[in-house]
C-alpha cells in the first residue's frame, strides 16, 4: 500500500476546516430547536434550516471519511 506523505501543517489545516464544518453544523442544528423555545415547535424541516443542514452535513460526511482515510494512508513509520 502506498504511503502519503503530508506536513503537519497540511493535517492541521484539513482537521481545521473539518471542525469548523461541524461546528457550523452544530450550531445550525442548535438553533432549529433552540428557535422554538418556550413552546414545543421545531424549525429542523423549515428550509431555512434543512437546506444548510443538508449541505453542511454532506460536507462533513465526506470530510470525516476523509480523515479515515488519510490517516489510513499517511501512518508513520
Do not use: C, W
Request: charged residues 10%; hydrophobic residues 55%.
Amino acid at each position: 500500500m502506498t504511503k502519503l506523505r503530508l506536513s503537519e501543517n497540511q493535517i492541521n489545516k484539513f482537521l481545521l476546516a473539518a471542525q469548523g464544518v461541524g461546528g457550523a453544523f452544530v450550531g445550525i442544528f442548535l438553533a432549529a430547536y433552540l428557535a422554538g423555545l418556550p413552546t414545543t415547535v421545531v424549525f429542523h424541516s423549515e428550509p431555512a434550516f434543512r437546506i444548510p443542514l443538508t449541505i453542511l452535513g454532506a460536507i462533513l460526511l465526506v470530510m470525516v471519511l476523509s480523515v479515515f482515510v488519510l490517516a489510513t494512508l499517511s501512518k508513520k513509520d
